[in-house]
């Protein structure tokens, strides 16, 4: 082996070391920012600690007026919200409903407001904290209520999952004059309404007119299904 050709290889097997050195070191340094991003994009939620007096479920529904306070529970925890109802988002008559009460039944609902930003709003009128027995039995009451839901295709750009809203992927869109139910645009505001099709009626009524109410068997019976093409 002549000293040109053993100086080569030297030098080639020294950039394979290298190469296989950058090449170990990027593919740490895309694991380490990977894990980065997900720990960004899935934000731990803190759970406030008990301060403050104690009051009982009782105490806190007698407060369900602006004459009154408005005073709310979530997670074992009182919050007095009486200054917050005219800048609710979702509008005053919402957030009264919750009035005197748990707002888990209704964040239950809307999901959105699942967030470290939401809690860190209502722990500025945090006023105080249910006993522990109570509290207790509240959270044994909150149910899921869209465990029912039907399952959805997979190609779906999901906007929000409590309510389901999506939208059918813009690559998809072009491969057919008539978008498919299955990828069909989804706007729902509750969950999907789980009937019993041997109880279920469908009452019609208006001004002027007789009221009929109609089960499923006989809609099926008697209304013949059509087709509609619309944009």
């Known amino acids: 082996m002549s000293s040109s050709h053993a100086t080569y290889l030297t030098i080639s097997s020294h950039y394979s070391i290298i190469g296989a050195l950058v090449g170990t070191l990027t593919g740490i340094a895309l694991i380490t920012n990977k894990e980065k991003l ?3 994009a899935l934000p731990m939620i803190k759970k406030p600690e008990s301060k403050g007096p104690v009051y009982s479920l009782e105490e806190v529904s007698q407060h369900n007026t602006h004459e009154k306070g408005v005073w709310v529970t979530y997670q074992g925890h009182v919050y007095d919200i009486t ?3 005219a800048n609710h988002p979702g509008g005053p008559q919402k957030i009264i409903l919750a009035a005197g009460g748990a707002l888990e039944p209704f964040w239950a609902l809307y999901a ?19 006993s522990k027995e109570e509290s207790s039995d509240q959270a044994a009451d909150i149910k899921d209520p869209y465990v029912n839901d039907p399952s959805r295709h997979p190609a779906l750009k999901i906007n929000t999952k409590k309510p389901f809203n999506a939208e059918p992927p813009m690559q998809l869109l072009s491969d057919s004059l008539v978008t498919p139910n299955e990828i069909f645009f989804i706007r729902n ?9 041997n109880k279920y009626e469908l009452e019609i ?23 509609v093409t619309f944009t």
Not at 189 to 197: G, M, Q, R, W
Not at 209 to 225: F, K, Q
């Open 112 to 130: 959105v407001h699942n967030t470290q930003h939401v809690l860190d709003l209502l722990e500025e009128y945090r006023i105080g904290s249910l």
């Open 83 to 85: 200054d917050f109802i």
């Open 189 to 197: 505001h509750l969950p999907v309404p789980d009937i019993d099709e």
């Open 205 to 227: 009524t208006g001004e002027g007119i007789n009221t009929v109410a109609l089960s499923l068997e006989v809609i099926l019976l008697w209304l013949c299904r059509i087709s």
């Open 38 to 40: 997900k720990k960004q």
